[in-house]
């Protein structure tokens, strides 16, 4: 397998574009456009910006959990909805980690606030509790005018980043966060790319190389094509439950040093797609590790709370740092990034979410203010929710009762499911499943006959893509293809969310079952 | 004057980050660092990532809106707070186009329906008026799950993007407008900046060249910088009110054929930060103008409803390119941008906006949707906005009224202050402004003594950030220097919003005016 080279471009996704409706081809598109401006008596030009006069980074952007798959996905929708007959009533899309879209009900305290922060009025209601009213209150202080319709700080509201440093320090036993470390951000994902920005330099040799986990979440891999930074690839080991070995870090650094500059490793604990709660042992390996080479240490903890195995704790890489000692907790350069969008409340709607970065340099940091500025601020109703992610209603609050319940029974769920699927796919033959000890993805491998992956190269699509797109077609279940992550080659695997309702979770664990036995059979 | 680099850095920025607590001196840092660890027994390295190491075009990045000035103003804020003395009780920030942030009230239509989507349970509440619950339901519909916490498509909820296309075709009188051309984004600046960064290619001679008007919003050229395009300078013409003249335009694209390849024109109108409304005949002899030299066209129209002076009205790009007849209409490729942070909403916090493509070639179109997909989609919320935005009450809807009221007032004070701005500047000895005809914003041109000018330099800032920083110390008035927007050599300027109440706007126009009389006997 390649140790270095970018997850080979996803050839599928593109040709796969061609399903849409505006995928015109090529060059009847441009004799038309020609002929147009010919028959205006113009000079024939093209399009002032077309494929091939486009940024190139941006064409080698592939982001597969809303890739070609899902576009059909929507296509099929629509021709259910238009009549047309299919051996299933509706697209079941198990594609993307959104809880609310498959039924989860929003926790109702941060709505009641939420809603008391966009309408003041409601503020005399007596339908609102006195504590969600409280908070309203507090977060309308903080906003310029008392409206969540004003401008924020650009690094976030103070007080929000106030509560996010008491969150961490509660979180990591008492462990020091200042809240100046703190920056509020449009989801993760916002925060994950500008931290990534500031980082890529140099050219040919020099240029920045990040380490990221194979199989990957994609934005990573997009991110590094968008800044032409050098992904270097380090495979988890699927046979150990997909835990991370040192020294694969060792020969992906090492390999890398020979071309580009390895400057950051990437982190996903829990992991996504892949459910690995990491042990307190490979964290403290990773540190190490990230202070011997050198690297910038990005810590992707957005499933914090997404915890489900017995024996499994989540453990936040700052915690560990600073239990190391200051040889380490003074000197490793890091950010951690959180989400509003996943545990319990699943708001990925709001767009909300926060890094703390840990030992940056003061001048960086200041670029690092300078930079989020010029977009103004994250969204303030993203920023409203994880205040009240952070500082939920405590037990002598009259909300905390119903809040609790709520959440309990969300994460219950959540790790009901996460049993359930791991048990039911580990029953196919064929079908192997590691058990989703967190976050919200199942990562299966799946075994496919050799004629099946023959008739999919025949096809030009990757053996996993034609797999998904079938059941898609037969079942109207939507998953996201293995190669979309990236897999050690000769591997085939796909990404499901166990997000579904439980009974519909089941009757998708038994449709994706027999269709794979279906298929099976159907090539063999 | 300089035609085609970027604007110089603005070298008061970075000199002014020291004020800056976290600004440790570089040297002393590094010692620091560097004995830390010797005393650990480890070889001696610096930083992972620090200011040489980082990303440059991050670090060329000026955005003056956000800058020193304003970092200061907040510095000041806190010693107010913390009881130190001052010649003033609380600092104005006229710095920022915050609607809200200057005391104008949320719009009570738009809330309602935000709450109602908020928490649905409202939905059942009888002090919301029926449109405001047909409109929340209608949003919800079209959401995930039946909930703004769930994620939309990436191009944005295709029913709020329906009503966009309406709204645009009754705005051009029955010019069609086709929905799948419409983005929804995080706030227009994140529509133009992922325009740019798709237009962005090439090296040396070769790479894009961007032609901005100067002065010029600063979110241009920090992306500018960020994306390491190529910044081509226009100059408005201050004697005949900002207004764009083609020979101008001529003259900076011809300049820079010679260093890079000129591919985009962007455009602001109603002006930010110079106020003006363009013509009818300008818009015509600009698309001309980018067609004859086969430039992309970006519109910045996001103050499309704020035009104030007699005889001034908006006119589209797209519609005056449709007027044009086919030989623009079908040719011309063009981006227009609009927002809820301005007109009469000024809903800043919640980060909406959209934009249209016309004419963009349909395989750039799906690279461009595959892009804004990697960041899964804009805020919900922000969206739900929008809709109302762009679909308000009608007539026969029980809350017309009421929002008509709401904002005809919020657009008559904005029209009354716009004139009264203008007038008592005027009488001002050394203070020239242009009649503020639309957007937010004077930009007035300012006489400063030698003296003034000679002390700034010695000071190490240009002149202008030296007069603005002593009005704030001095008046507690936050503005902008006309330098971080660019100017003419040897002008100076600043840019203010003309948002604050009609008396606090007084008050400001007679401190400045004052301290401007002050300032100039000073130094006289």
Redesign the interface.
């Known amino acids: 397998y390649s140790d270095h080279c970018p997850l080979t471009p996803l050839k599928w996704?593109r040709q796969l574009?061609l399903i849409?409706s505006?995928?015109?081809r090529?060059s009847a598109?441009d004799i038309t456009n020609m002929s147009?401006?010919a028959a205006?008596g113009?000079p024939c030009?093209g399009?002032?910006?077309?494929?091939d006069?486009?940024?190139?980074n941006?064409?080698r952007?592939?982001?597969a959990?809303?890739?070609a798959i899902v576009q059909r996905a929507?296509q099929i929708d629509k021709e259910l909805k238009e009549g047309v007959k299919k051996p299933f009533t509706e697209v079941i899309k198990a594609n993307?980690g959104?809880?609310?879209?498959?039924?989860?009900?929003?926790i109702t305290f941060l709505?009641?606030v939420?809603?008391?922060c966009?309408?003041p009025d409601?503020l005399d209601?007596n339908?609102f509790p006195d504590d969600s009213k409280q908070r309203a209150r507090r977060i309308l202080e903080a906003?310029?005018?008392h409206?969540?319709?004003?401008?924020?700080?650009?690094q976030g509201i103070e007080c929000i980043r106030q509560d996010v440093a008491r969150y961490i320090e509660k979180r990591d036993d008492g462990i020091s966060s200042d809240p100046?470390n703190i920056y509020l951000a449009?989801?993760a994902?916002?925060a994950i790319?500008t931290m990534l920005?500031?980082?890529?330099?140099g050219k040919g040799r020099d240029r920045t190389g990040v380490m990221i986990s194979i199989p990957q979440y994609p934005?990573y891999s997009?991110?590094l094509a968008?800044l032409a930074a050098v992904q270097i690839n380090y495979y988890l080991d699927e046979d150990k439950c997909w835990s991370l070995d040192i020294a694969e870090l060792k020969r992906a650094v090492t390999a890398a040093r020979q071309h580009c500059n390895p400057?950051v490793i990437c982190i996903i604990n829990p992991g996504n797609p892949t459910g690995q709660v990491q042990s307190r042992q490979c964290i403290e390996d990773v540190i190490r590790f990230a202070k011997e080479e050198?690297?910038?240490l990005m810590a992707d903890e957005v499933y914090q709370d997404n915890v489900y195995a017995e024996g499994c704790k989540f453990h936040s890489f700052k915690r560990v740092l600073f239990e190391m000692g200051?040889?380490y907790s003074?000197?490793v350069?890091m950010a951690s990034f959180h989400s509003t969008s996943k545990c319990y409340?699943?708001?990925?709607?709001?767009?909300g979410g926060y890094m703390e970065v840990i030992?940056?340099?003061?001048?960086?940091?200041?670029?690092l203010t300078?930079?989020v500025?010029?977009?103004?601020?994250?969204?303030?109703?993203?920023q409203a929710l994880l205040d009240l992610v952070v500082n939920p209603p405590q037990p002598d609050e009259p909300s905390y009762d119903k809040f609790m319940k709520e959440r309990t029974a969300v994460l219950a769920a959540l790790a009901e499911k996460a049993g359930l699927t791991e048990q039911i796919f580990n029953t196919v033959p064929g079908i192997t499943c590691n058990p989703v000890q967190g976050a919200m993805y199942t990562f299966p491998r799946i075994t496919l006959p050799q004629k099946a992956i023959d008739k999919a190269k025949a096809e030009g699509q990757v053996p996993d893509m034609f797999y998904c797109m079938k059941l898609l077609e037969e079942e109207g279940i939507c998953l996201v293809p293995g190669s979309g992550f990236g897999q050690r080659e000769g591997t085939f695997h796909f990404r499901m969310t166990i997000l579904p309702p439980t009974e519909k979770l089941k009757f998708v664990l038994q449709k994706i079952s027999d269709f794979h036995i279906r298929f099976t059979q159907e090539f063999s």
């Open positions: 996704a574009f849409n505006f995928s015109v090529r598109r147009q401006q205006n113009l030009r399009k002032v910006l077309n494929l006069n486009m940024n190139p941006v064409r952007v592939e982001y959990v809303r890739g929507l993307i959104d809880a609310h879209a498959m039924g989860q009900k929003p709505r009641q939420l809603a008391l966009a309408y409601l209601d339908k906003c310029g005018g409206s969540i319709g004003a401008y924020s700080s650009s100046d449009t989801g994902s916002d790319v920005k500031l980082l890529v330099c934005l997009a991110a968008d400057r050198h690297l910038f200051p040889e003074t000197t350069e409340m699943g708001e990925c709607g709001f767009r030992n940056m340099d003061p001048e960086v940091k200041a670029q300078k930079l500025s010029v977009r103004l601020c994250p969204p303030v109703p993203g």
